[in-house]
């Protein structure tokens, strides 16, 4: 397992360039039924031997295939790659984030009042206008009232009444 982890390492973090590496340390390219060396998968992955098989490289992708075996009976296995799964945590953490922030946008929000109309008027009856104009008529009486008190203590107050 660490000889894999090392190629690994050596694959995608050293930053040498690969394509110039793989003459000297390509394993033995695909072949075609006929024993053909295929050109397309030849230029599109490099390998590097590990212990028990190879790294297989896809220079098109990135991706890290590790592969058993040799010739048409090879299997090669996509690597785990760390940075696809940090992707995906990070996409489904954002997926999260969006959705309380819609959800806490919902929530603070504040409701707007409807707008006052002619229409909203129209709904009161006669007797409920009424009622109102007799409040209305009522909370005029008390605030002369209340307001002729303060003047009078305000004169009272002048004149050393109290």
Not at 19 to 40: C, F, H, K
């Amino acid at each position: 397992m660490r000889s894999l982890s090392l190629a690994v390492v050596f694959l995608m973090g050293v930053g040498i360039s690969l394509s110039a590496l793989a003459p000297a340390i390509a394993a033995e390219p695909p072949r075609t039924a006929n024993g053909v060396t295929d050109r397309s998968t030849a230029e599109r992955y490099v390998f590097v031997p590990i212990e028990k098989g190879a790294l297989r490289l896809d220079t098109k992708t990135g991706e890290v295939s590790r592969c058993e075996g040799m010739g048409e009976g090879a299997v090669c296995r996509l690597v785990a790659d760390e940075r696809l799964a940090y992707r995906e945590e990070i996409k489904a953490l954002s997926q999260r984030l969006d959705g309380l922030e819609r959800k806490l946008e919902s929530l603070t929000a504040t409701p707007s009042s409807p707008p006052a109309s002619e229409r909203d008027n129209e709904r009161m009856t006669s007797e409920e206008r009424e009622k109102v104009d007799h409040f209305f008529d009522l909370s005029d009486q008390v605030m002369r009232r209340f307001f002729g008190m303060v003047k009078e203590l305000k004169r009272d107050f002048n004149d050393d009444r109290l």
